[in-house]
């Protein structure tokens, strides 16, 4: 961009048809960044409606390089850009940056620090992210060193770290994530879904953690890091408690409203929740956490307004089902006996 605050766009910006996102690739042919943001660009700079691939850095952001600029990112797909050795930000990095976020799909980019992206000295705001198949050393999808990133409707899944952090990592950040979907994110080592390491503070709202490996959460195990803060309310960790793993070191705070159950997906990779699903009206629209107050995105990820019904409360994870409660089956459960004994010491009764 040069220092030029102008559009770039394919006709999905004014046509609205999101096949022109696929249909418009910009390819960097394994020779750099594909886009390059440096030279102070703000947040009048937009970048829009295009495929973004085959980048190969040095040291930053192979798909989108952020370093001292703020632009807007929206529907973008940033896929398969990696580093030939030592990287970071697979699909974008962000250095001293205040970039907004809106609709962007990183998928199968790879790192040693952030195979989704890096977000350094940043303040981000991210609304509608996908993060699938990213690979790092250290964060799969999402690497954070003394940032400050709020998130809604994050869907994550099936990232992978050689180290710490399969989904997300973060140092010194703070995070707010606001209704995403985390599964089947993985680790070599610690935190399959989260980790965290030195003084980072976040917040969970509206979240669903399901088969993440060796764990969902994971505070870090050296006590030499101050400690982290962690608050967590109206999520779904479908493998219970023992997926958050605090090791001493952390302060968990478990507010209220939080569930432990299948979420009920709709398939092995779609995760629009069934009628029967225990998150629907789970969530909260508005909470108030150490002062500060919280709401639920006013869409969810496909566009669907939150909550649905109108007056109802918002579905836990990334996707609003159209009920506002669970519907309840009924089945025949009629006993084969109609006179049975049943023991009840001392007083049996038939």
């Known amino acids: 961009y040069n220092g030029n605050n102008i559009t770039i766009a394919s006709l999905f910006l004014t046509t609205q048809d999101t096949s022109f996102i696929s249909q418009t690739s910009i390819d960097g042919n394994q ?13 009048s700079a937009l970048l829009s409606g295009f495929t973004i691939t085959n ?14 600029a ?8 940033v896929l398969n850009n990696h580093f030939s050795s030592w ?13 907004v976020l809106e609709n962007i799909k990183l998928i199968n980019n790879s790192a040693q620090f952030g195979g989704g992206f890096f977000g350094e000295d940043s303040q981000l705001e991210i609304t509608n992210l996908t993060c699938i198949g990213n690979e790092s050393y250290n964060g799969g999808a999402i690497c954070l060193l003394q940032a400050e990133v709020t998130i809604y409707n994050a869907l994550i899944h099936g990232n992978y770290t050689s180290n710490e952090g399969g989904a997300i990592w973060t140092d010194r950040s703070d995070l707010n994530l606001i209704n995403a979907t985390i599964s089947d994110n993985s680790v070599l080592c610690y935190g399959g879904g989260i980790y965290l390491i030195w003084s980072s503070y976040i917040n969970l709202i509206n979240c669903v953690f399901l088969e993440n490996y060796p764990e969902d959460i994971c505070f870090t195990y050296d006590s030499y890091y101050p400690n982290s803060t962690m608050n967590i309310t109206h999520n779904n960790f479908a493998g219970g408690e023992d997926g958050i793993v605090t ?11 939080n569930i432990y159950l299948d979420p009920e997906f709709v398939g092995i990779e779609d995760f629009h929740l069934q009628d029967s699903s225990p998150c629907i009206g789970s969530g909260i629209d508005q909470i108030l956490i150490a002062g500060v107050n919280y709401q639920a995105p006013e869409f969810d990820l496909n566009g669907n307004p939150r909550p649905v019904p109108a007056g109802s409360m918002p579905d836990i994870g990334v ?10 089956g ?16 001392p007083n049996p009764f038939n």
């Open 31 to 43: 020779n750099g960044s594909v886009v390059t943001f440096g030279t102070g660009e703000d947040n």
């Open 55 to 68: 980048g190969q850095s040095q040291v930053y952001g192979s798909g989108i390089s952020c370093i001292d």
């Open 70 to 77: 703020s632009p807007t990112l929206s529907n973008l797909k």
């Open 87 to 99: 990287g970071i930000g697979g699909g974008i990095n962000f250095l001293n940056s205040t970039a």
């Open 247 to 257: 090791n001493n070191n952390g302060f968990l705070n478990m507010l209220e409203g």
């Open 319 to 328: 996707y609003e089902n159209p009920l506002g409660n669970p519907q309840v």
């Open 330 to 345: 009924i089945t025949n459960g009629q006993l084969l006996k109609t006179n049975f004994y049943l023991s009840n010491y």
